[in-house]
């Protein structure tokens, strides 16, 4: 069986835990080389054991955004996949949120993602290569949740930038696309959380990072090669009600 990425490079923002795990080990087994951007500098373990490279420091800044970017085209030589996966909560509507929440998870969050595309597409057009981005949103991107300004703000802003970035330069075979999953299933929800986020889903369930590792694979593939500028809810139909 062909292997759907054989021989591409990725870089992976987040990459050493959750979303950004899943879609890690997911590209190794279809063939690629992996390079991990984590802020988390135990991640790097995590990055060994599965055989990934690993650069430590701050999507929120620019300048290690780039210098990772670097380091992946330095140790692997191209960089053919970027996935920005690094995230936060945040917390708070729009008058109990803190500036310094706001700040924090608009950093992460969203300048994280741009920095990401802005880096990652000015190697794609430097190599005169095609390449794929995939944007981590939210089902709270395309529609809000009123608790929680700052992410509900950064991941709006993360489709819009989805479209832009997408359509900019796809005549170079540049593609950019985002997922918005709804809730995740994670160690840190409690089982009495877990039957609250389970309603909120028609599907009767919430989500599990392997469903949406296969949806970035996917879009990461020359199978998804006509797809471009699209955000793909992966929700159990929470936006679609």
């Given at each position: 069986?062909?292997?759907?990425?054989?021989?591409?490079?990725?870089?992976?923002?987040?990459?050493?835990s959750g979303l950004g795990l899943?879609?890690?080990?997911?590209?190794?087994?279809?063939g690629a080389k992996v390079f991990?951007?984590?802020?988390?500098?135990?991640?790097?373990?995590?990055?060994?054991?599965?055989?990934?490279?690993?650069?430590?420091?701050?999507?929120?800044?620019?300048?290690?955004?780039?210098?990772?970017?670097?380091?992946?085209?330095?140790?692997?030589?191209?960089?053919?996949?970027?996935?920005?996966?690094?995230?936060?909560?945040?917390?708070?509507?729009?008058?109990?949120?803190?500036?310094?929440?706001?700040?924090?998870?608009?950093?992460?969050?969203?300048?994280?993602?741009?920095?990401?595309?802005?880096?990652?597409?000015?190697?794609?057009?430097?190599?005169?290569?095609?390449?794929?981005?995939?944007?981590?949103?939210?089902?709270?991107?395309?529609?809000?949740?009123?608790?929680?300004?700052?992410?509900?703000?950064?991941?709006?802003?993360?489709?819009?930038?989805?479209?832009?970035?997408?359509?900019?330069?796809?005549?170079?075979?540049?593609?950019?696309?985002?997922?918005a999953p709804g809730v995740i299933?994670?160690?840190?929800?409690?089982?009495?959380?877990?039957?609250?986020?389970?309603?909120?889903?028609?599907?009767?369930?919430?989500?599990?990072?392997?469903?949406?590792?296969?949806?970035?694979?996917?879009?990461?593939?020359?199978?998804?090669?006509?797809?471009?500028?699209?955000?793909?809810?992966?929700?159990?139909?929470?936006?679609?009600?």
């Open positions: 069986m062909q292997l759907q990425l054989e021989n591409k490079v990725a870089l992976i923002t987040g990459g050493g899943a879609t890690a080990k997911n590209f190794i087994a279809e991990i951007f984590d802020f988390n500098p135990n991640a790097k373990a995590t990055a060994e054991e599965i055989g990934a490279g690993f650069y430590q420091g701050d999507v929120s800044k620019a300048e290690d955004v780039e210098a990772a970017v670097a380091a992946a085209v330095e140790q692997y030589g191209q960089l053919d996949i970027a996935v920005a996966s690094a995230g936060v909560g945040g917390e708070g509507d729009v008058v109990t949120s803190t500036v310094e929440n706001w700040e924090k998870t608009n950093g992460i969050d969203y300048s994280g993602v741009f920095y990401t595309n802005k880096y990652a597409i000015a190697q794609f057009l430097e190599q005169k290569t095609p390449g794929v981005v995939i944007n981590l949103a939210s089902m709270f991107g395309m529609v809000a949740v009123s608790n929680n300004i700052a992410y509900s703000a950064s991941k709006g802003g993360v489709v819009n930038m989805t479209r832009a970035a997408g359509t900019m330069y796809a005549k170079n075979g540049v593609r950019v696309n985002a997922v299933e994670t160690p840190l929800i409690s089982e009495e959380d877990l039957k609250t986020y389970s309603e909120l889903h028609p599907a009767g369930r919430v989500g599990q990072a392997q469903e949406v590792a296969d949806l970035i694979t996917y879009l990461a593939s020359d199978k998804a090669a006509f797809i471009t500028g699209a955000v793909i809810p992966i929700d159990g139909g929470y936006t679609a009600v």
